[in-house]
């Protein structure tokens, strides 16, 4: 038996050949590990496994046409080649398997430490979704923990890539749809006019955003079943690398009546009708857009801190639904 230690990624690996058992003169038997030498030798300076076994298949060709000692069935390199063929073959896949195991193994995908505890905090929110059963201090805590582990998530991928964050990315593509509001810890302005925090949202307020026009358009709408009451169309702009959201409405829809806004406006009817924030208000008259820091979105729900720094939790509906 032959031994063939082969240098990979920085490792040894040993190869063990079994016995060729069939009636060979002492001499080939000697070529025969020789060559094998010289194959260990020539995957240990870093030549793959086929051009490693050409060379050899050559040398072994040209040997049997120089020599009248060499045995017949080695006369030419078609046969030289058959020989050697299994074993170039076993070769092969042992080195391709080498090859994908080491790419493989120890591979540690950027911010992938903090996948397990978002996919606890994202498994209560699905719930809190779905059923609008969930306990209202769970589902905070969980929006808060989400916030947090997303943004150690994308820092951690902006770091290894030095590139806009892989999840930021995906959350502006996932965006794209109709969401219905479902949770909010409410702005700070809405908790002193209602002297406490709201939770599970009782009415049917749907946003939508396009990102896939230029520019990327948003919804804000009130609904009675599914006719829109009060209805706000603009645009937005998504910064990748803050996940920041800011909007701007220039039309309202009320009963259907559509009206265009001056500047200002949106956010003071918003403010009004509890759609928006007083800040919003603020952030105008200082030449300032309003916003999102957008925690999440994925094909089931999406989560934010609004610019009044309150908590949002959506879920994602179908068009035209009859979710009321």
Avoid: H
């Avoid at 706000?232 to 920041?244: A, P, R, T």
Wanted: charged share 20%; net charge neutral.
């Amino acid at each position: 038996a032959t031994v063939l230690l082969v240098y990979w990624d920085n490792n040894i690996f040993p190869i063990f050949i079994s016995p060729i058992i069939i009636p060979l003169q002492k001499m080939v038997l000697n070529n025969i590990l020789m060559m094998l030498a010289k194959l260990s030798f020539l995957l240990l300076i870093g030549l793959n496994a086929s051009d490693a076994f050409g060379m050899i298949v050559r040398k072994a060709s040209f040997m049997s046409q120089s020599s009248s000692n060499v045995p017949r069935f080695m006369a030419s390199s078609n046969q030289a080649e058959q020989i050697f063929a299994p074993l170039q073959s076993f070769f092969d896949s042992v080195m391709t398997s080498m090859k994908s195991s080491s790419s493989a193994v120890g591979k540690v995908v950027p911010g992938s430490e903090f996948d397990k505890p978002i996919e606890e905090a994202l498994t209560i929110l699905y719930n809190a979704a779905e059923s609008k059963a969930e306990d209202t201090n769970k589902v905070f805590t969980a929006l808060v923990d989400l916030e947090r582990l997303q943004r150690f998530k994308r820092k951690a991928e902006a770091e290894a890539t030095n590139d806009v964050p892989v999840t930021a990315q995906n959350m502006l593509r996932n965006l794209n749809g109709d969401w219905r509001l479902i949770f909010t810890t409410g702005t700070q302005d809405m908790q002193s006019k209602l002297g406490g925090s709201i939770n599970y949202v009782p009415i049917k307020a749907v946003q939508t955003f396009d990102p896939s026009v230029e520019p990327m358009k948003i919804t804000n709408g009130i609904y009675v079943g599914d006719f829109a009451v009060l209805k706000f169309y603009g645009d937005f702009q998504f910064d990748l690398k803050k996940c920041k959201l800011e909007f701007d409405f220039d039309q309202v829809a009320i009963f259907g009546f559509m009206i265009n806004l001056g500047k200002g406006k949106a956010a003071e009817i918003g403010a009004a009708s509890g759609l928006g924030s007083q800040n919003n208000v603020k952030m105008i008259a200082d030449k300032k857009k309003p916003f999102f820091n957008w925690i999440s979105a994925d094909d089931k729900i999406a989560t934010a801190r609004g610019g009044g720094g309150g908590l949002a939790l959506w879920k994602k509906i179908v068009p035209d639904s009859k979710d009321t």
